[in-house]
């Protein structure tokens, strides 16, 4: 009933940038706050950055200075600039949300994952 589809990952250079889209749709009554995630393999999943309806923003310390992100509230989509990006930055980033929805006439919240983006930084 609702869906986050992520596009913009790829193969860059160290120090270059990539921009992550997520789009959520389906469903929707209120989204309260969108981000990122990323996992590599043998790690647990890890927060990037979020962002609030309100526009507070949260950043994980390895991307502050590096990455902003932000929400387009009127399209249901958020982005992610990653800018001097690194090999360690490497990952599968994953879009997240809490959403409100009418279900049965109950508003309920729950969280969405979108299917993952690849971003590899690699010269």
């Known amino acids: 009933q609702v869906q986050l589809v992520e596009s913009g990952g790829g193969l860059v250079q160290p120090g270059g940038s990539l921009r992550l889209s997520c789009a959520a749709s389906?469903?929707?009554?209120?989204?309260?706050?969108m981000g990122w995630y990323r996992q590599t393999p043998g790690k647990q999943r890890e927060l990037v950055a979020t962002?609030?309806?309100?526009?507070?923003?949260n950043y994980a310390d390895s991307v502050k200075g590096r990455f902003s992100i932000s929400e387009d509230n009127a399209k249901n989509t958020v982005t992610l600039q990653m800018d001097s990006l690194k090999p360690e930055d490497t990952a599968v980033y994953y879009c997240?949300?809490?959403?409100?929805?009418?279900?049965?006439?109950?508003?309920?919240?729950?969280?969405?994952w979108g299917q993952g983006t690849q971003v590899t930084v690699s010269s």
């Open positions: 962002v609030t309806s309100g526009g507070a923003t």
């Open positions: 997240n949300a809490e959403i409100d929805r009418w279900e049965r006439l109950r508003l309920r919240s729950d969280e969405y």
């Open positions: 389906g469903n929707i009554f209120r989204i309260n706050a």
